[in-house]
């Protein structure tokens, strides 16, 4: 059980002044004991603050479970969750022990306390991210759960959905044919994987349905017209809508998967500004999505992007179900798809054995077994390292012959030096073995080798198909601002201008981070960029 009451950081003491602030958004109303101020799985909910009584948090009773008992709020604290800020359905319920007087601040005036009160936005968004973070810790972890096959490439896109999105879950692997802890839920290996919210299962299921049960998916908002949508939730995406955000502008950001992109992926970031220690990617990822949450960016995930076309002033960006979001600007940072190896049996060691990113949750797959890293660049170089570091015997292959070629110094330098790694250069992999899961790899210069996992970093591929109309290099960068090919600056004639910096070669379409021509593939870079595109989004709306 979680006492919040006593915990100053998740109900933190407030001042006379700071609650006569925080009272003044809220409208008054008088509860009754045993009423709920809202439930579990409500779509749409509101903060509370609570004048007199006590308020009881409860994960309601699963069809295993009875109900939990969280904690009890009591006089001069504030009811809610961080998913609200989002959108994100209610994960618990609050319930009135007593009689009692609470003050409702529905969604948009809490949005206005965030952007007009810094001393009560920061205390608000402390207490809501510790609660969230206690929560992982307890059973209200269970309201979302996630069976399936152990290692299978279903439960881990869920897994990795749940976990870069920052969700409150669960996770069960089965061994396979083994469905011993389902008994009674009638459930067949062909249903796996399940997600369980709230106690329901949802049979087969996919991020997408996930996303939808929980109010993450784009919903429009009447006749809405947002001022800037981004696509792509990469370090370019982020710092986008951050500003964006910021600034002033309705902002909505989309993702195919999650937030992060390959940043999310980096095991450790060591040459990032301002952080002299290093800070994972995960971490990095998961603070600037607080931040967006903070000045009222809507994050949606996984939500895919097929098309952009032109609509008058405005422009159309249409999601794979077929909505359709309006916007007066957009900023692509798509980012790059990752690149595969030719090899047989590939696609069937895909989320097996085979991964393009090394973070924990890809550790927990092969934790101090033999992998084999493939790359010669600085996302190699970090995920062989940081294997290594987790107890993982490591062999690094690099195609070329100079392994400081792409790679930087000092990562060349840990590499050579680390015993557990085995550096095979002018190297390739030939060959994949396993039942079910990778077990060996086959390496032209070493022979057969035993390894759980492979681990690949060959580069990426910008993802830019879904934009034909845009002026692309013959790689499929966009270009943009100066770099736009003269052919196509006829249609800015009528607007009197050619394109702004990262403007590409529709008007009010910018693009920033890997998916631009010339971008330096960098994090601090893509971070630049992102937040630069803002200052000629400006610049295009007041035209």
């Given at each position: 059980?979680?006492?919040?009451?006593?915990?100053?950081?998740?109900?933190?003491?407030?001042?006379?002044?700071?609650?006569?602030?925080?009272?003044?958004?809220?409208?008054?109303?008088?509860?009754?004991?045993?009423?709920?101020?809202?439930?579990?799985?409500?779509?749409?909910?509101?903060?509370?603050?609570?004048?007199?009584?006590?308020?009881?948090?409860?994960?309601?009773?699963?069809?295993?479970?009875?109900?939990?008992?969280?904690?009890?709020?009591?006089?001069?604290?504030?009811?809610?969750?961080?998913?609200?800020?989002?959108?994100?359905?209610?994960?618990?319920?609050?319930?009135?022990?007593?009689?009692?007087?609470?003050?409702?601040?529905?969604?948009?005036?809490?949005?206005?306390?965030?952007?007009?009160?810094?001393?009560?936005?920061?205390?608000?968004?402390?207490?809501?991210?510790?609660?969230?973070?206690?929560?992982?810790?307890?059973?209200?972890?269970?309201?979302?759960?996630?069976?399936?096959?152990?290692?299978?490439?279903?439960?881990?896109?869920l897994q990795r959905f749940a976990e870069r999105l920052d969700l409150v879950h669960a996770a069960v692997g089965l061994p396979p044919g083994d469905l011993g802890s389902l008994s009674g839920h009638d459930l067949t290996e062909a249903d796996l994987p399940v997600a369980f919210i709230q106690g329901e299962p949802i049979l087969r299921a996919t991020p997408g349905i996930v996303a939808e049960r929980l109010g993450l998916s784009y919903q429009a908002r009447g006749d809405e017209i947002v001022d800037l949508v981004v696509v792509g939730g990469g370090p370019a995406g982020l710092a986008a809508a951050i500003y964006g955000a910021s600034e002033g502008l309705s902002t909505v950001l989309l993702d195919a998967v999650a937030p992060g992109g390959q940043a999310a992926a980096t095991s450790r970031i060591e040459n990032f500004l301002g952080f002299p220690f290093g800070v994972s990617g995960g971490d990095l990822i998961g603070q600037a999505s607080l931040q967006a949450l903070k000045f009222g960016v809507r994050v949606y995930a996984p939500c895919e992007a097929v098309a952009l076309e032109?609509?008058?002033?405005?422009?159309?960006?249409?999601?794979?179900?077929?909505?359709?979001?309006?916007?007066?600007?957009?900023?692509?940072?798509?980012?790059?798809?990752y690149r595969r190896l030719g090899l047989e049996r590939w696609s069937e060691f895909e989320g097996s054995g085979i991964y393009y990113a090394a973070t924990q949750l890809e550790l927990r797959q092969v934790i101090s077994s033999p992998v084999v890293v493939v790359g010669g660049a600085n996302s190699a170089g970090q995920a062989a390292l940081y294997l290594s570091s987790n107890g993982c015997p490591v062999h690094l292959v690099v195609r070329g012959d100079d392994l400081g070629a792409r790679m930087s110094n000092y990562l060349v330098d840990r590499l050579l030096e680390d015993p557990r790694v085995h550096v095979h250069t002018r190297s390739h992999v030939v060959g994949l073995d396993g039942t079910g899961a990778l077990e060996r790899v086959h390496i032209d210069t070493v022979g057969e080798i035993d390894a759980r996992g492979l681990f690949c970093f060959i580069g990426a591929d910008p993802a830019t198909s879904w934009l034909p109309d845009l002026d692309r290099d013959s790689d499929g960068f966009l270009r943009t601002g100066t770099d736009v090919a003269s052919q196509t600056l006829a249609q800015w004639q009528s607007l009197g201008r050619e394109p702004l910096p990262f403007e590409t070669s529709v008007p009010r379409v910018f693009a920033a981070g890997d998916v631009r021509r010339g971008s330096m593939k960098r994090v601090a870079a893509a971070v630049g960029e992102g937040s630069s595109a803002v200052a000629s989004v400006h610049r295009a709306l007041a035209g």
């Open positions: 059980m979680i006492d919040a009451s006593r915990d100053p950081v998740q109900s933190p003491p407030l001042t006379d002044a700071q609650w006569a602030r925080f009272t003044a958004f809220g409208t008054a109303e008088t509860a009754a004991a045993g009423d709920y101020l809202f439930r579990a799985g409500d779509p749409a909910y509101d903060l509370f603050l609570v004048e007199t009584g006590r308020v009881e948090i409860v994960r309601d009773a699963l069809s295993w479970s009875r109900e939990m008992h969280i904690t009890v709020m009591g006089e001069r604290t504030f009811v809610g969750e961080l998913g609200l800020l989002n959108g994100q359905g209610a994960f618990l319920s609050a319930r009135m022990v007593t009689d009692g007087q609470v003050l409702r601040v529905p969604r948009d005036q809490l949005r206005r306390l965030m952007a007009e009160d810094d001393e009560l936005c920061d205390i608000v968004l402390h207490a809501l991210w510790a609660r969230r973070e206690s929560l992982r810790r307890g059973p209200a972890a269970m309201t979302l759960k996630l069976v399936g096959v152990e290692s299978s490439r279903d439960l881990l896109a032109p609509a008058g002033d405005l422009l159309d960006i249409t999601l794979s179900d077929g909505r359709i979001i309006r916007a007066r600007t957009t900023i692509v940072t798509s980012g790059a798809a």
